[in-house]
């Protein structure tokens, strides 16, 4: 069974930084992250492959880095200048390219306000 483990989520003040980080129990060959705010779609935010490439939404550019750690099964989302829109939920996600199937993580929130 799959497990993911998120943290780093909270509170921050508008122009701050957190790093959000997901353990995976396993080895994927895509690893990243979703935010959805209630009432609309979960949307991509960033997806790292196995062997680097990165795929990041234009909303978080600039201001979001992807990043994993093969060894440890680790992604991590360094957020920095964030805004009070990138306020939600945000969700870890990793897809096993041999069974072609997806798995999500609880989720953690991510509030920005002053």
């Known amino acids: 069974q799959v497990q993911l483990v998120e943290s780093g989520g909270g509170l921050v003040q508008p122009g701050g930084s957190l790093r959000l980080s997901c353990l995976s129990s396993g080895r994927f060959y895509a690893m990243g992250w979703h935010r959805q705010v209630p009432g609309k779609r979960r949307e991509l935010v960033a997806t790292?492959?196995?062997?680097?490439?990165?795929n990041t939404a234009d909303s978080v550019k600039g201001r979001f880095t992807i990043s994993r750690d093969n060894a440890k099964n680790t992604v991590y989302l360094q957020m920095n200048s964030l805004k009070p829109e990138d306020t939600a939920v945000y969700y870890c996600?990793?897809?096993?390219?041999?069974?072609?199937?997806?798995?999500w993580g609880q989720g953690t929130q991510v509030t920005v306000s002053s």
């Open positions: 790292i492959t196995v062997g680097g490439t990165i």
């Open positions: 996600n990793v897809w096993d390219a041999a069974s072609d199937k997806g798995y």
